[in-house]
């Protein structure tokens, strides 16, 4: 059994805060199994029981896991009282408290971001220990020369002596490459291609694990992960 109060799945489901919540359950709002229950504290099995609000059946989802495709200038926050926030993009219909996004992008940089309000799912994301890649489409300033890649596969060390895990780099074309890397250190592709004398001027996150950027997903907009979706990110 899934036992948990009402009010918490109510309030959770459907973004109320909580003594709302528990208001419109006195009141009689909330059915299970289509009985009217007027008791927050009531534990009801979420998975099997039908709960109703307002005539609408709750489907119950413990957490959601949301895949953004973050475009620039936004930041990789949940809340910021003057700019906006990747959050801040989130539909209504995604919308739940406690959402934040797993890892960070920079600002300028674009591209794959999760957001969600699992904190085990996230920490299993991040964990160097997973050793999960994550992989950028870069524009540089400057073409790669051939020593670059072994520079890059044995570790680059960065300007304060913090030496970077080893990286795979691939040219793609003229002054546009790939890079993964399984650390996340600020600003670290920017800080690594300085040290070999090259400036970033486009940085896009294309994939997380076996994770791509779905084509169809433009910037500023998100959709719900699948369970498929959510295993490709651990399959490097």
């Not at 009531?42 to 489907?59: A, F, H, R, T, W």
């Amino acid at each position: 059994m899934n036992l948990k109060r009402l009010d918490k799945i109510i309030s959770s489901q459907f973004n109320i805060s909580r003594s709302i919540t528990k208001a419109i359950i006195h009141r009689g709002k909330v059915k299970v199994d289509g009985q009217v229950v007027r008791d927050p504290s009531l534990q009801v099995d979420v998975d099997s029981v039908c709960i109703e609000y307002k005539g609408q059946v709750l489907s119950y989802k413990e957490h959601i896991y949301i895949i953004m495709n973050k475009p620039k200038g936004v930041l990789s926050a949940s809340e910021d009282k003057s700019r906006e926030t990747v959050v801040d993009l989130v539909p209504p219909e995604l919308f739940r408290q406690g959402l934040f996004p797993v890892g960070r992008l920079d600002r300028d940089t674009t591209g794959l971001l999760l957001i969600t309000d699992d904190g085990d799912f996230a920490h299993m994301v991040i964990s160097p220990k997973k050793n999960i890649f994550k992989t950028y489409k870069v524009l540089l300033d400057g073409d790669i020369t051939e020593d670059m890649f072994e520079q890059f596969e044995k570790g680059i060390v960065l300007a304060d002596g913090t030496k970077c895990r080893s990286a795979k780099l691939k040219r793609v074309c003229e002054n546009t490459a790939e890079i993964k890397i399984s650390e996340g250190k600020y600003h670290q592709i920017k800080r690594m291609f300085g040290v070999v004398g090259l400036g970033v001027n486009e940085l896009e996150r294309v994939a997380l694990g076996g994770l791509k950027l779905p084509i169809n997903l433009g910037a500023g907009e998100c959709r719900e992960l699948t369970e498929a979706e959510k295993n490709q990110i651990f399959d490097n």
